[in-house]
């Protein structure tokens, strides 16, 4: 049995702008009214992924080292952006420290899982490096963001808690460490979850894709362990590291809560 | 001709009388800079200092500066002649410890939230937790003994305040800071409220701050009064 690409054709993919009409004719009888959403994501998705497909091609040619860490750090900074952008009720900026803790996580798991797991010749192949640190950075992206906004709702929440344990004598971290704790568990348990059911509720679409693209699904599979234990590393150690760095904004220089922790959401 | 010991009181002097100080406090209210206050006040050891004033008018957050929960924006405060800016947070705050007006407990017990302070590694480096002098002034507090193994956020308003206070004894700070501590006893209750807080002010070298609606302090004595008002502009 051959394994290989079925190539698609610019005809073939031009008809798949009929599955659009059909959506939009569903739009406009219902008046649903996303038929201009619709018409602009289908577009995007055309210019968005053509470009992508021409820039891969071009920097998997050239595959050189710098050129592939240039890629990857830009690809670091919109996550980071991202990130930060998706998490309402949390004040002041974390941009700078969702970058360290993003780019931190991806580059040791990444450099790991593609220098010693896949060792392509040479070592930062393109064609491996970079969608292997992009698949990373996707899942670090959200479990940072959602452990960032629990560790500010956690600390609006339990303030009480917090200023308690300072009367104490507790330093900041002794009084926001289970808060923290919290902040993490929330970060991992969608990957977690994702570990307890993957093959049995979805194929991953990595995998599905390298079936596709003509692989022997046992190798697919092997590729996918792979990836789902390195998207599970990252996601712990950039929560880890975020949370870690994020929870002294919560406190003034003297220790105490900042008058924001204790005050109404903006 | 002066002796040894009358020289070492005249050493002693100043510090028993100004335990714990704070000079021209100054603060606004509101999220303006609409009205302000400035307070200064002393409490000698053994002394009990009650920060009265209308509502509004900045007497927790008062509480909340000296405590060092609360940025200050001017003055300065000393215990034992020695300015805050010479001594920790962390340090401070256990030292001139606040005990919030609303109670606030941990998951678990009674137990476990009296020993909760001891936690912190600050407190760990010092004397461990005393339960029998915690379960000795529940009882002063008329607090019954089975309340030690009850959930601690299923206590009613009034065990609350006790407990909290129990527990704010257990830490034994130099300075307490109490936020109207009886607002939810009655009568009874509050009477051995300001007993156990008398008989823990004779204890050693310590003093309190009670902000307070003036309710009658049974039991306690060198009470002094510092009335508090805010001024209108800026």
């Given at each position: 049995m051959a394994y290989t690409v079925i190539p698609i054709s610019n005809l073939q993919l031009a008809f798949t702008v009929f599955l659009v009409l059909i959506a939009g004719a569903v739009s406009a009888l219902l008046r649903l009214g996303l038929l201009r959403s619709l018409l602009w994501g289908t577009v995007r998705t055309f210019v968005q992924l053509t470009l992508v497909g021409y820039a891969l091609a071009y920097i998997f040619a050239v595959n050189n080292v710098w050129l592939v860490w240039a890629v990857i750090t830009l690809m670091c900074y919109i996550a980071a952006w991202t990130a930060v952008r998706r998490t309402p009720g949390v004040a002041g900026d974390h941009s700078w420290l969702s970058f360290v803790a993003i780019a931190a996580s991806t580059y040791l798991v990444g450099t790991i899982v593609t220098v010693l797991i896949i060792a392509p010749h040479p070592w930062y192949e393109a064609r491996i490096a970079i969608p292997i640190f992009g698949m990373i950075l996707g899942n670090t992206m959200n479990g940072i963001a959602l452990s960032l906004?629990?560790?500010?709702?956690?600390?609006?929440?339990?303030?009480?808690?917090i200023e308690a344990m300072l009367t104490f004598g507790a330093t900041p971290w002794e009084a926001v460490r289970s808060i923290v704790?919290?902040?993490i568990r929330?970060?991992?348990t969608p990957t977690i979850n994702s570990l307890m059911v993957v093959g049995l509720v979805s194929l991953p679409g990595m995998m599905t894709g390298q079936i596709l693209g003509g692989a022997d699904p046992r190798l697919a599979v092997r590729?996918?362990?792979?990836v789902m234990l390195m998207i599970a590393a990252a996601a712990a150690m950039g929560c880890l590291i975020l949370v870690g760095l994020s929870y002294k904004k919560l406190f003034t220089g003297d220790g105490a809560l900042q008058p924001f922790v204790l005050q109404s959401r903006e | 001709m002066i002796e040894a010991g009358d020289d070492r009181q005249t050493e002693l002097g100043p510090k028993l009388t100004r335990l714990f100080e704070f000079q021209?406090?100054?603060?606004?209210?509101?999220?303006?800079?609409?009205?302000?206050?400035?307070?200064?006040?002393?409490?000698?050891?053994?002394?009990?200092?009650?920060?009265?004033?209308?509502?509004?008018?900045?007497?927790t957050t008062l509480l909340r500066i000296l405590?060092?929960?609360?940025?200050c924006p001017g003055g300065e405060a000393f215990l034992a002649g020695e300015s805050w800016r010479q001594i920790p947070g962390p340090v401070w705050r256990s030292t001139v410890h606040c005990l919030a007006q609303k109670p606030v407990f941990f998951d678990g017990t009674v137990g476990a939230n009296l020993a909760m302070p001891f936690e912190t590694r600050l407190m760990r480096a010092g004397r461990p937790f005393d339960p029998g002098l915690a379960r000795h002034r529940m009882d002063e507090l008329l607090l019954p003994a089975g309340l030690w193994d009850q959930d601690a956020r299923t206590l009613s308003g009034g065990e609350a305040a006790r407990v909290a206070l129990v527990r704010a004894l257990a830490l034994d700070p130099r300075v307490l800071l109490l936020d109207e501590p009886a607002a939810a006893l009655d009568t009874v209750s509050r009477e051995a409220l300001y007993r156990v807080l008398a008989g823990w002010l004779q204890g050693g070298v310590r003093a309190a701050l009670l902000v307070s609606h003036g309710e009658g302090y049974s039991g306690l004595d060198r009470v002094s009064f510092l009335t508090i008002e805010a001024q209108e502009g800026d």
């Open positions: 906004e629990r560790l500010h709702s956690g600390a609006r929440a339990r303030a009480g808690e704790r919290e902040a929330a970060g991992m590729y996918q362990i792979v | 021209a406090i100054s603060y606004s209210l509101g999220s303006g800079a609409g009205r302000r206050v400035m307070v200064s006040g002393t409490a000698g050891e053994g002394d009990v200092l009650v920060v009265q004033g209308p509502s509004g008018a900045g007497k405590a060092r929960l609360a940025p």
